[in-house]
């Protein structure tokens, strides 16, 4: 039984190496932002994705939804964009024998009726809009005139948002922030990988890229994903994080207290823990580790910390609070760290 | 295939045994530091005791204070160490951390079905390094526990420097006596008849230092100090009392004395004035004078009498003056003892019966005014036969008296007896009788100068000088010097009653040295002084034989026969017995009191501290 978990697990951290190589084919560099976005997908969360325009935030959804063999919707969010555009509406018909069959409205599906969702842009909805995403992650299922219609799985959102153009944008909500696993920052390309960006788009087309995985094998791969186990020091060590996230708690930073209003809450801490199982996962590992948890730290975490007055005014990002707490809570007792060190 | 149980026994075998070892490790790290802590107390107070406390028993606090540090450093380690011991989710943390297997360990011990964790635990532990799962036992802090022992062991054996005590001051500390400190009887001799103008100022200067003195000491005054002022005190109220038998008229005091000793009824009489106590001769005296046997009073008279004449003859008029007072004082004390006797013929009243067989038994003073008490008791009672004999009597003592007023006077009280005036008259005339003191003025002086003498030295006793005995002056080496007669009364401390007094066996040659003296006593008056010396010997002729031999036999118990190292106060005691450190604080301090040199006093309070 042992050797078919690891069997499992080899198998597991393969096809994510291949679904890695896969989307590498099209994006050059930015390993940790494909990994972060594979991690959200294998941990069964949604990805937001902020970045200047132009990184290939939208060509990496489009590469990693052309590997999986699964049904891919693309919304672009605009501020006239409607909920109906999005999750679909019901349309009378017209067809006297149709309507003999059925009922005289049919349900004309939104985009949101896909498997990977590209949510395009997402703050330039308005918030009326952006909510009607809210029930689609947090359930996997939409509700359209009183019926609810579940989602099929895997479903999950990858959503991208430019923080550069304010201009007539709709900052998301911290309800609908909360809903992602991971908020994934993409960075500009380094000067090799920009060389190579270049050498890639400005020459023939290349071939679309090949399918990897189906829906079964993500399927498998997220309940192989929920199988990994934490210990409950591991876990401890995840709660404690995010109990010192939490300005008004008494184990918080004086950084924190002073550069944050609000801390990240239980989802916070799921969202490590799940990512943590991931990342244990691409390793082959039925177990999480410290280095897990704080390896996802930061993308599970910086979009759950709301800074006060004073974080925002000195310019204080939330990454850099997430290392500050990564820096002072000890992962193992004192007394252990001090003799595992000397 | 290895079966999930197997496995997770040969986990559970490989995670303890490491456990065990690490924990006996930090067990015994802990169990370190409780001794180093507890060494480095002991040594902290051995320093401190070396420092503040008793010299002497140094070593033996050391040996209790290290053992005790380390008992109690060991104890509480271990409770520590108990207190501290890692849980099996610590210890994996740790092996974790060591080995860097991501956490397979800690989730192997506390996940139940963590079959992968497990197996990754166990393989790594299994091909841990040796040294990879190590706990230090010794710390940087063990070193000064080390330091703390070499401190203690040294503390221990390393012998006190004396030199850093400073020697206590012999006699320093202060002292201070309340009231009855027998200063108040030299003051009184502001009040005693002075024999001239020049002891009256003496003895005024004498209650005025009293006075100093005893003000001085209810404040508070050096021992030594008190003790030098009260001996210069009992030394003037000493000089004041030698009246007699000094210098020239020694010669007549001696003559006196032979002339006495010759009666038996006078020896003791004798004796007392070869003290110079004329209140101890006056004593004696009344016994003979009080006597109902008339030939003993008349010899004790003649003795007297050939004794005055002897002073007076040899030229001692002091001494001659005082036996004639003397002969005085002992006629009026037979003619009222005679008279007592006549006038309680026909009494009939108890109590002057008793008094008067008191008086037969034991003639003295005290014994006649008792008799004249509780016959001038007896004359308010008294039937119409017992005044007829009384009157009788006192006519017979009228027609015997030779002053003619002493017999108009009996004869008038002999009539008047039968009226109450006169009974009256005649008990007046008892009860004066009874108060009547004989004393001539030399002996009230002496009295009260022998009270103060016995005053002082209860201060001198109180202040723990010695009171025993008084050195004698030096005799002549020629001439048997006269022995010293025992000394006062016995003070508080304890005395050198041995004086250079003059040697009882003559020197028979030329330059011999001074005798040993008798008990020393303040009468003592030999002139002899310290010229004598002993022979010179010529050092050439003595041989030292470092490494002579030994008898074979057994040693005495506790002989030393090598070098031993000397010990940190230890004792001049050679044969190891420690007899000599049983001496007793009144003996030590004998020393302060004794005429020798500082040194030598503080030598004594360094062998001897009780």
Redesign the interface.
């Known amino acids: 039984m042992t050797d078919e978990l690891e069997s499992k697990l080899r198998d597991g951290a393969d096809t994510l190496r291949t679904l890695r190589e896969a989307i590498g084919k099209k994006i050059v560099g930015q390993r940790e932002v494909i990994d972060e976005v594979l991690f959200a997908v294998v941990a069964g969360g949604h990805a937001l994705l902020e970045g200047a325009p132009g990184l290939g935030k939208t060509l990496l959804v489009r590469t990693l939804a052309a590997c999986l063999e699964l049904r891919y919707s693309r919304i672009q969010f605009t501020p006239d964009l409607m909920p109906s555009d999005v999750v679909g509406t019901n349309v009378l018909v017209l067809d006297p024998e149709a309507r003999a069959k059925s009922s005289a409205f049919t349900l004309e599906r939104g985009p949101i009726f896909g498997n990977v969702i590209l949510a395009d842009e997402i703050n330039r909805a308005t918030p009326k809009t952006q909510s009607a995403l809210l029930e689609a992650m947090a359930e996997h299922a939409v509700t359209i005139a009183g019926k609810r219609h579940v989602l099929d799985e895997p479903f999950f959102v990858l959503a991208t948002e430019n923080p550069i153009e304010m201009e007539g944008t709709y900052p998301l909500p911290e309800a609908q922030l909360d809903r992602f696993l991971f908020k994934v920052l993409v960075p500009n390309p380094t000067e090799d990988d920009l060389c190579e960006v270049l050498a890639r788009t400005t020459g023939r087309e290349t071939d679309e890229p090949t399918k990897v995985l189906g829906r079964e094998r993500v399927l498998e791969l997220r309940a192989l994903c929920r199988d990994v186990v934490v210990s409950p020091t591991v876990a401890r060590y995840a709660a404690r994080l995010v109990r010192a996230s939490e300005p008004s708690a008494a184990e918080a930073p004086t950084a924190v207290k002073r550069g944050l209003r609000y801390g990240a809450g239980v989802r916070g801490a799921q969202s490590l823990v799940l990512g943590a199982k991931a990342v244990a996962l691409s390793e082959a590992r039925a177990h999480v580790s410290f280095d897990d948890i704080a390896r996802v730290a930061k993308p599970a975490l910086r979009h759950r910390l709301v800074r006060s007055f004073e974080g925002e005014s000195e310019g204080v990002s939330t990454d850099s609070l997430v290392e500050i707490l990564l820096r002072t809570v000890s992962e193992r007792p004192s007394n252990v760290e001090r003799e595992a060190r000397s | 295939?290895?079966t999930?149980s197997t496995?997770h026994d040969t986990f559970v075998e490989t995670f303890e045994r490491h456990a065990r070892r690490t924990r006996a490790r930090l067990f015994a790290r802990y169990a370190l530091h409780g001794i180093g802590l507890g060494l480095f107390a002991a040594s902290a107070l051995v320093a401190a005791y070396a420092r503040w406390g008793s010299p002497g028993s140094l070593r033996a606090f050391a040996v209790g204070a290290g053992v005790a540090g380390l008992a109690l450093g060991a104890g509480g380690g271990s409770i520590v160490a108990r207190k501290?011991r890692?849980s099996d989710?610590?210890l994996a943390?740790?092996f974790d951390?060591?080995l860097g297997t991501?956490?397979?360990i800690?989730?192997a011990?506390?996940?139940e079905?963590?079959?992968?964790?497990r197996?990754?635990a166990r393989s790594a532990l299994d091909g841990a390094a040796p040294k990879a799962l190590v706990?230090?036992v010794f710390r940087r802090a063990h070193a000064a526990a080390a330091l703390s022992l070499v401190t203690w062991l040294l503390a221990a054996r390393v012998p006190h420097a004396r030199a850093d005590v400073p020697p206590v001051e012999p006699g320093a500390a202060n002292v201070t006596l309340g009231a009855g400190s027998g200063l108040e009887r030299v003051e009184r001799l502001a009040t005693v008849p002075a024999r001239d103008p020049a002891q009256r100022e003496r003895l005024l200067a004498l209650s005025k230092d009293a006075k100093k003195l005893r003000e001085d000491l209810t404040k508070g005054l050096p021992r030594r100090d008190a003790q030098d002022r009260a001996g210069k005190l009992a030394e003037a109220v000493r000089a004041e009392r030698v009246t007699l038998g000094s210098g020239e008229e020694r010669k007549g005091l001696e003559a006196a004395i032979a002339a006495l000793s010759r009666d038996d009824t006078t020896r003791r009489t004798a004796a007392a004035l070869g003290d110079h106590d004329l209140h101890a001769m006056d004593r004696e005296l009344e016994h003979h004078a009080n006597a109902r046997e008339a030939a003993d009073r008349t010899r004790a008279k003649q003795a007297l009498e050939a004794a005055k004449n002897a002073a007076k003859s040899e030229g001692a008029p002091g001494v001659a003056k005082a036996l004639e007072d003397a002969l005085s004082k002992n006629e009026k004390r037979e003619a009222r003892a005679r008279m007592l006797r006549e006038l309680s013929q026909g009494t009939t009243s108890p109590t002057a019966k008793d008094a008067l067989k008191n008086l037969d038994r034991a003639p003295s003073d005290a014994n006649a005014k008792a008799l004249a008490e509780a016959l001038a008791d007896a004359l308010e009672g008294l039937t119409e036969a017992e005044r007829k004999k009384l009157a009788e009597a006192l006519g017979k003592m009228a027609a015997s008296e030779t002053d003619p007023t002493s017999a108009k006077e009996l004869d008038a009280l002999a009539k008047e007896l039968a009226t109450d005036e006169g009974r009256a008259a005649l008990a007046r005339r008892l009860r004066e009788l009874a108060d009547r003191d004989d004393s001539t003025e030399e002996e009230s002086r002496d009295q009260s100068l022998s009270e103060a003498e016995q005053g002082i030295d209860g201060t001198e006793g109180a202040l723990g000088s010695g009171g025993g005995g008084e050195r004698g002056d030096a005799g002549s080496g020629q001439t048997a010097g006269a022995a010293g007669s025992p000394g006062g009364p016995p003070g508080g401390g304890a005395g050198a009653g041995a004086g250079p007094g003059s040697g009882l066996v003559p020197a028979p040659g030329a330059g011999g040295g001074a005798g040993s003296g008798g008990a020393g006593s303040h009468h003592d008056t030999g002139t002899g002084d310290h010229t004598g010396r002993t022979e010179a010997l010529g050092g050439a002729g003595f041989k030292a034989r470092a490494k002579g031999p030994t008898g074979r036999g057994p040693l005495m118990p506790g002989t030393t026969t090598a070098w031993k190292p000397g010990d940190a106060q230890g004792t001049a005691d050679a044969v190891g017995t420690k007899a000599l450190e049983s001496a007793r604080a009144n003996e030590v301090q004998g020393a302060d009191r004794g005429d020798v040199p500082e040194d030598y006093r503080e030598q004594i309070h360094r062998y001897f501290r009780p």
């Not at chain 2, 079905?113 to 964790?117: E, K, L, P, Q, S």
């Open positions: 295939m290895t999930p496995s501290k890692w989710g610590e943390l740790f951390r060591r991501n956490e397979a800690v989730t011990i506390e996940v079905g963590a079959r992968d964790a197996k990754r706990v230090p």
